[in-house]
Nanobody, 119 residues
């Protein structure tokens, strides 16, 4: 099992920026792919962005050109740079990591971090 520790988030005004981080805690497991998800109050969990270990990224249409996902394979960390934030970006953001344990594909979730965009 891989533990993920998130940091970042907070309160920002519309048009502002925030950065989120997600780091693997302990062990030596290699992460195959990463993802950021979010859940707004009363809504379902939504995929925000994903990135593979080779750096291929994909984004939800609602965040393209505003959010940038990146990763550091050596540090076993993933980041989300969020620019030009909108009130509809308000949600709890969760990171996800996919990896193999004894050839079985599995995944872990971070604890979640609140992002609030409000004036």
């Amino acid at each position: 099992q891989v533990d993920l520790v998130e940091s970042g988030g907070g309160l920002v005004q519309p048009g502002g920026s925030l950065s989120l981080s997600c780091v693997v805690s302990g062990g030596t497991t290699i992460i195959n792919s990463w993802g950021w998800y979010r859940q707004a109050p009363g809504k379902q969990l939504e995929l925000v962005a994903t990135i593979t270990s080779s750096g291929m990224a994909d984004y939800a249409d609602s965040v393209k050109d505003r959010l940038t996902i990146s990763r550091d394979n050596i540090k076993r960390a993933m980041y989300l740079q969020m620019n030009n934030l909108k009130p509809e970006d308000t949600a709890v953001y969760y990171c996800n990591a996919q990896y193999h344990i004894q050839f079985q594909k599995t995944g872990s979730w971070g604890q979640g971090t609140q992002v609030t965009v409000s004036s």
